[in-house]
């Protein structure tokens, strides 16, 4: 019947959180405790009479929301999931009766650009149905007669060197500036109970907000390196930073086009 509910106490208690027009929704995915979307079948009869596949966005926890899509694929397509990686990076799940789609956003819902289909129902009827990402080129999506799509990375994640460092040590990227990808190379010490690290590398843009994560797993100890795709970004320096156990550093780079 249209409803949201939010629970802040594990799943004790639920609340309804109230959002505009009248809709059925399929998915909700919340980027942090702020930041959430949720799409379904809404109808905006008065205000958007030829709209009714919209993508709501909260950016204080669901007390207020915002439209992002009020007219893509209207008729019979259906958003069925939205996942995002960050709070500008996001796919959609789009279906007909016949045909799947999958839309991608980079700038938090503002605009959205069809990255797949369509594809036609002999291989999946009905189409897209779910959504899930680790990152910005890692992403999985499912749909009818057990079809499961990936994407094929353009991050490469190359081992450089196993010999083991002394310590923790991000380089600068190079080449930098660049057009439109760049490599980062960075080295991971043995930590005291020599097991792997958890070691993450994001992405932001030059007023702090989250791009992507280019890396975010275990390492053993050594010589790593990533590649960075800035293709689908607009010139301007950006930061990347690393994060591991207790060492972090930040270090800027400027993307050329």
């Known amino acids: 019947n249209g409803k949201v509910l939010i629970t802040s106490n594990g799943r004790d208690n639920w609340n309804i959180i109230t959002t505009p027009g009248t809709q059925d929704f399929h998915s909700v995915h919340f980027v942090n405790n702020s930041t959430g979307f949720v799409v379904g079948d809404f109808h905006y009869t008065n205000q958007y009479p030829n709209s009714n596949r919209i993508v709501l966005k909260t950016t204080n926890g669901g007390i207020n929301w915002s439209i992002k899509i009020n007219e893509i694929m209207v008729g019979n397509h259906y958003f069925f999931d939205v996942f995002f990686t960050n709070q500008n990076t996001g796919w959609l799940a789009i279906s007909d009766e016949n045909l799947g789609y999958i839309s991608k956003t980079t700038n938090g819902g503002e605009n959205w650009f069809q990255t797949f289909g369509p594809i036609g129902y002999s291989i999946i009827y009905g189409g897209i149905r779910s959504l899930y990402s680790l990152n910005e080129y890692a992403t999985w999506a499912g749909g009818y007669n057990g079809t499961i799509l990936t994407t094929s990375s353009p991050v490469g994640i190359q081992t450089i060197s196993t010999e083991i460092p002394k310590k923790y040590l991000i380089n600068q990227n190079y080449p930098n500036p660049f057009n439109p990808q760049t490599k980062i190379k960075f080295d991971i010490p043995a930590n005291v109970r020599g097991q792997t690290s958890n070691v993450k590398l994001i992405i932001y843009d030059l007023l702090g907000r989250e791009v992507t994560t280019l890396v975010n797993e275990e390492f053993k100890p050594g010589t790593y390196e ?15 930073k690393i994060i591991s156990n207790d060492f972090v550093e930040t270090k800027k780079m400027v993307l050329m086009k």
């Open 226 to 240: 990533a590649d960075w795709d800035g293709s689908n970004y607009s010139s301007g320096v950006y930061f990347y």
